[in-house]
């Protein structure tokens, strides 16, 4: 069994790649507080010609993966072929999910993907500070709820975002 160090990454590759490099940026910049173990760094080529090899790459990918963060932009609904096949790994495999609105809300909007409307995870804008706080606060969180048998999407209070 791998051990779990990572953080995997789902979002729209046609048009959110910018948001992505962005996100990777801020990891690899000294002057942010803002530090990750990318799963996506393993096994960086992926054959996009066959749909079973990518996602038996993925599944090596998620198999090293404490979190799961959706980067939820403007279309990131209507994906099907991966990443709503990514969200539904996440889901099974128990991993905390941070969705992270692009448009900047702080709470579930109609851009969230239906398949994780129910499930447990939790929402915040596209900002780097809240991004951090999501990612070393809410997997105790999640595993607090999941073992009283809470789901849904949840949300910080306007207290966190003054503090941060």
Same mark, same amino acid.
């Given at each position: *069994?791998?051990? !779990?160090?990572? #953080?995997?990454?789902?979002?729209?590759?046609?048009?959110? *790649?910018?948001?992505? !490099?962005?996100?990777?940026?801020?990891?690899e910049n000294?002057?942010?507080?803002?530090?990750? /173990?990318?799963?996506?760094?393993l096994?960086?080529?992926?054959? @996009? @010609?066959?749909?079973?090899?990518?996602?038996?790459?993925?599944?090596?990918r998620?198999?090293?993966? &404490?979190?799961?963060?959706?980067? #939820?932009?403007?279309?990131?609904?209507? =994906? /099907? &072929?991966?990443? %709503?096949?990514?969200?539904? $790994?996440?889901? &099974?495999?128990?991993l +905390?999910? $941070?969705?992270v609105?692009?448009?900047?809300? !702080?709470?579930?909007?109609? =851009?969230? +993907?239906? #398949? =994780?409307?129910?499930? =447990?995870?939790?929402? $915040? +804008?596209y &900002?780097?500070?809240?991004?951090?706080?999501? *990612?070393?606060?809410? +997997?105790?969180?999640?595993?607090?709820? %999941?073992?009283?048998?809470?789901?849904?999407? /949840?949300?910080?209070?306007d @207290?966190? /975002?003054?503090?941060?």
């Amino acid at each position: *069994m791998a051990y !779990r160090n990572k #953080v995997y990454v789902a979002f729209d590759g046609d048009n959110d *790649m910018k948001a992505y !490099r962005t996100f990777q940026m801020w990891n690899e910049n000294p002057n942010f507080d803002f530090t990750f /173990y990318n799963a996506h760094d393993l096994n960086h080529a992926l054959d @996009s @010609s066959q749909e079973e090899t990518i996602k038996r790459k993925l599944r090596e990918r998620f198999a090293n993966s &404490k979190l799961f963060i959706l980067l #939820v932009g403007e279309d990131t609904k209507y =994906l /099907y &072929k991966f990443v %709503r096949w990514e969200i539904e $790994v996440a889901i &099974k495999l128990e991993l +905390p999910i $941070v969705a992270v609105n692009l448009n900047g809300k !702080r709470k579930d909007d109609d =851009l969230i +993907p239906a #398949v =994780l409307r129910d499930e =447990l995870h939790i929402t $915040v +804008p596209y &900002k780097e500070k809240i991004i951090k706080y999501a *990612m070393d606060n809410w +997997p105790d969180k999640d595993k607090k709820y %999941r073992s009283s048998g809470k789901k849904g999407g /949840y949300f910080y209070k306007d @207290s966190v /975002y003054e503090e941060l």
